[in-house]
């Protein structure tokens, strides 16, 4: 996945495993206590990179947590 900080605006990259169901994927993250750049995507969430297939998706990405703790990111990807 490929995306922009939010303060910064710089672009980073970093590998992610997935689950997709048609045009959605959930990224979970593992021990996101530990980790920073899901909270690029809370609130409001913003735009994210991936590469799916061999080929490079566009999309909306939000995080959230859920009723145990765990940190999910919802990427829904443009037509």
């Known amino acids: 996945m490929t995306y922009k900080g939010r303060r910064s605006g710089r672009s980073f990259s970093t590998p992610v495993a997935y689950r997709r169901s048609a045009e959605v ?29 061999g080929a490079n998706r566009e999309g909306h990405a939000v995080a959230g ?5 765990r940190v999910l990111v919802t990427v829904r990807l443009n037509d």
């Open 25 to 53: 994927i959930t990224i979970t993250v593992a021990f996101p206590d530990a980790k920073n750049w899901w909270r690029n995507f809370t609130g409001d969430g913003g735009p994210i990179s991936l590469e799916l297939d």
């Open 65 to 69: 947590r859920d009723a145990k703790g």
